[in-house]
């Protein structure tokens, strides 16, 4: 293990040269830190409120040669195990207005912000696009690992850039969206770049005037008495908050990481072929070739919905979300998902690929 090096104060606290740098604490427990509420421990944990903070952390895991973990809100990970290394937990805050027309503003906004104080933010200042977006838990330098998505719209469409520092090198890169490769529930960053790059800033290029996603089913049934030049985005924001209440459980009342798996997406042959046994699978297509099952339908007729297994459950009203009420270790939440991938795969003959990603 390598000698940490500590000074006593977090953030106030400065080297002899006068340079401030983290405080790195050993053997740091991240229970309250990820929302499944797994218990676990870090190797080292530190915690992150600049960019000289965030590059003096960088240089002592390369010196040290420790493995390095980026925690943002802990919302979208299953830690199975205790982690090796230096976990860097990302605080970095502040937003700033970079540019205006007459139509868009493109507003820059450091990874450790909130994801929902955000949306809340461009509500009150009237920049509107992430209304479809809100309370999602975590923060902003994690929303394009995954290109969050809900109610009809994602990250991707709000998206300019990302600035992002190289693990290896310590260098700043720009991600502009293309480069992000971002796909559902997907970018370069889940795969090819996986655990890479340390995004530091978010860059969203924001609409003046309302631009209303009504096009997503329950959204539309609950603002139904409304005529659509009459809604506002405050209020599909509100409309979306109140369903999202009703049918997720809060992770601070019941650990959960929202949706264990991602929505299977099979070729049309193969729905068609599925939906001659199965009339009522619930189905989107994606496009000619493709369709979106919905994978809590699947799990749901697989007689999962409300199952208990030991510490860890399938909620009982969304088949998709697993809980850990019994705070269970992490291989535990782990064992019950590959049961329902297995039943899922063996009823249906279709694979669920799990959401979140698991460490280490
Ligand atoms: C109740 C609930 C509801 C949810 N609903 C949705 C939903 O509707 N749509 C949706 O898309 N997701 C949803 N999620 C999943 C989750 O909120 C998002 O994926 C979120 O973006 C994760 O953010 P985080 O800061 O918690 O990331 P973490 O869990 O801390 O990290 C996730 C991954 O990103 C990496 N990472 C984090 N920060 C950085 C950074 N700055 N630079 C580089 N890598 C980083 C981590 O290393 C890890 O691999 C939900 C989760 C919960 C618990």
Not at 46 to 54: I, K, M, P, Q, R
Request: glycine fraction near 6%.
């Amino acid at each position: 293990m390598p000698p940490p090096v500590y000074y006593t104060n977090c953030n106030s606290a400065a080297a002899p040269d006068g340079i401030p740098v983290p405080l790195f604490l050993p053997n740091f427990d991240l229970q309250h830190l990820n929302t499944l509420g797994v218990p676990v421990k870090a190797q080292f944990y530190v915690s992150v409120t600049s960019e000289e903070e965030l590059l003096e952390a960088l240089r002592y895991a390369r010196n040290e040669k420790l493995p390095l973990f980026i925690l943002g809100g802990g919302s979208n990970i299953v830690l199975c195990d205790d982690l090796p290394g230096l976990v860097v937990h990302i605080r970095l805050q502040g937003k700033t207005l970079v540019a205006e027309d007459n139509e868009f503003v493109w507003l820059r906004v450091a990874a450790g912000e909130n994801w929902h104080e955000l949306v809340e933010y461009c509500l009150d200042f009237h920049y509107w696009g992430l209304e479809n977006l809100s309370l999602i838990p975590g923060s902003v330098g994690a929303a394009p690992i995954q290109n969050i998505g809900a109610y009809g719209v994602e990250l991707k469409d709000v998206f300019e850039e990302l600035t992002a520092i190289d693990i290896r090198s310590g260098l700043p890169v720009t991600f502009t969206r293309d480069s992000c490769e971002f796909g559902y529930r997907d970018s370069i960053f889940k795969g090819r770049l996986r655990d890479q790059y340390l995004i530091t800033a978010v860059t969203f290029k924001l609409h003046k005037q309302p631009h209303l996603v009504l096009s997503y089913p329950a959204l539309r049934e609950a603002l139904a008495a409304h005529a659509d030049d009459a809604i506002t985005p405050r209020q599909v924001s509100q409309v979306i908050c109140e369903i999202r209440r009703n049918k997720l459980p809060d992770p601070a009342q019941i650990p959960n990481v929202g949706s264990f798996f991602k929505n299977p997406v099979i070729p049309a042959t193969q729905y068609e072929s599925l939906r001659a046994n199965h009339p009522q699978l619930v189905a989107y297509p994606v496009d000619d070739q493709q369709v979106k099952l919905a994978a809590a339908w699947l799990i749901d007729n697989a007689g999962w919905r409300g199952q208990v297994c030991g510490p860890v459950a399938v909620h009982g009203q969304q088949a998709l979300v697993l809980t850990n009420p019994g705070h269970a270790k992490g291989h535990e939440v782990v064992a019950l998902a590959e049961k329902i991938q297995l039943s899922v795969f063996e009823k249906y003959g279709v694979a669920l690929e799990p959401e979140p990603r698991f460490y280490p």
